[in-house]
């Protein structure tokens, strides 16, 4: 299994270049089901007092477990033992779910313990105990697992495994992962933004396109300076250090976004942005260059990004866009009628997996 990884990994020289290489014509397979009772505890390993996409998906996934019933708890690690675990942007998910230590957790059959696949290398511990890796992203996992030693016996026949995007899936399916050990467990966006959208046609927009300055941000200063030349008008704006009020406010007066990382997982910043009405632009690699993920336009979509010729047509395109707001904006309502769905699907998925006895 390590080596088909290394080789997946390793092709074209760049160890996540097996990323754009997966095979899409997998198969659908019958879903896995999880019987928990009375005596079921799960345990959802998370950074503590640490808030961004990932960890905020595992306290929605304790929320919702919690909601049907099931005793589902925060294993909190790296906690420096000062005040609490919990940030306070997740409290609203949990009170006192949690557990801080290895020594708090009963390594039994009725014990299941959810890793984030960033921390693979923990499967091995509490050997009783059923593992579930979950895969919020491809990319990070495979950067990590290069640097390891210990890499963790994550493809153990008793070790299952979620994927949150279809471009995870591809990838547990092609590293040989049985598709009887694999379910759909998705993620949506933070409810504070859907239940902040009126009609997206009623906002004043401004020549305003904003970008992750933490993705792909090489690429993106050459389109802005490319672009910038063009049309001064046109205003580039970096998405940090905004609460999400501050986030909710601009996307209201933004045309587009722009996201020119690598799409390890089905990120969170196009969904936010699109379901405000902007239009994005994207690098199609990743979770990007699935439909299922990502299912916007191709024209939305590069895959040439780095020669001169590529970089003025990604420019010329965002002008566009600007020029033409409305006439684009309406072919971004399939997809932000997809986000809108999203937690509902989130929450069959749970409910198709964990079955209650």
């Not at 995870?168 to 092609?174: P, S």
């Not at 965002?318 to 999203?342: M, V």
Request: glycine fraction near 4%; charge should be positive; include cysteine.
């Amino acid at each position: 299994m390590t080596k088909k990884i290394v080789e997946l990994a390793s092709r074209k020289g760049n160890q996540i270049a097996f990323a754009n290489n997966v095979n899409e014509n997998v198969s659908n397979h019958n879903p896995l089901k999880i019987e928990c009772d009375n005596q079921t505890k799960i345990y959802i390993y998370c950074p503590a007092n640490y808030a961004s996409g990932g960890p905020e998906l595992l306290h929605q996934l304790a929320f919702h477990l919690q909601t049907l019933g099931i005793n589902a708890n925060i294993w909190y690690h790296s906690f420096k033992k000062k005040g609490s675990p919990i940030h306070p942007k997740f409290k609203k998910y949990l009170s006192d779910n949690y557990v801080t230590s290895i020594n708090d957790i009963k390594d039994d059959p009725k014990t299941i313990i959810i890793f984030p696949e960033v921390t693979t290398n923990m499967v091995d511990i509490l050997p009783s105990s059923k593992k579930i890796v979950w895969w919020l992203s491809v990319d990070n996992h495979i950067e990590l697992f290069f640097y390891r030693k210990n890499k963790g016996d994550f493809y153990n026949p008793e070790v299952l495994h979620f994927y949150q995007s279809e471009y995870a899936k591809r990838y547990l399916l092609n590293i040989g992962i049985s598709p009887d050990r694999i379910h759909r467990l998705s993620d949506y966006i933070n409810d504070r933004f859907l239940h902040s959208i009126t009609d997206t046609n009623n906002y004043v927009r401004q020549n305003l396109v904003f970008y992750n300055p933490k993705r792909g941000i090489s690429l993106t200063k050459k389109i802005i300076r490319i672009t910038q030349k063009k049309r001064r008008d046109i205003q580039f704006t970096p998405i940090q250090n905004m609460d999400m009020d501050q986030m909710i406010n601009a996307f209201h007066q933004g045309k587009v976004y722009l996201d020119f990382g690598n799409h390890p997982g089905k990120d969170r910043l196009p969904r936010e942005t699109a379901v405000f009405g902007l239009c994005i632009l994207v690098r199609k690699v990743g979770a990007a260059r699935t439909f299922e993920d990502m299912p916007i336009p191709e024209e939305y979509k590069f895959a040439d990004c780095f020669d001169q010729p590529s970089l003025n047509k990604i420019s010329d395109k965002i002008i566009e866009l600007i020029d033409e707001f409305e006439h684009h904006q309406a072919k971004f309502k399939d997809y932000r009628n997809f986000i809108l769905s999203e937690k509902d699907t989130f929450i069959n998925d749970i409910k198709n997996i964990f079955v209650r006895r």
